[in-house]
Nanobody
């Protein structure tokens, strides 16, 4: 069973940046697509970004496109989310997720989740 551990969350002012990291256990990390989701208080969890096993394919929610960048380092079993130009509406718990497949096609592809890291953006 894979374990996912997020880090890098915190409090930042609007317009600032944060970089989230997700470290995965196991030797099969490089075979699977990875993703980031977020959940704000009182709202459902929503898709943020995904990346294919090789890193060649990246996908973003419209709300973060142009501001967030997902990347991965398969040698370090780690996936990243660089978040720039942060807005108060980006405030949420951010979750890392591992897909069941090497490529991303649907938010239902994800079957393993981390515990989440809090991101708070003040206005």
């Amino acid at each position: 069973q894979v374990q996912l551990v997020e880090s890098g969350g915190g409090l930042v002012q609007a317009g600032g940046s944060l970089r989230l990291s997700c470290a995965a256990s196991g030797r099969t990390f490089s075979s699977y697509a990875m993703g980031w989701f977020r959940q704000a208080p009182g709202k459902e969890r929503e898709f943020v970004a995904a990346i294919s096993w090789s890193g060649a394919g990246t996908y973003y929610a419209n709300s973060v496109k142009g501001r967030f960048t997902i990347s991965r380092d398969n040698a370090k079993n780690t996936v990243y989310l660089q978040m720039n130009s942060l807005k108060p509406e980006d405030t949420a718990v951010y979750y890392c997720a591992k897909a069941r497949y090497g490529t991303y096609s649907s938010t239902s592809d994800f079957g393993s989740w981390g515990q989440g890291t809090q991101v708070t953006v003040s206005s």
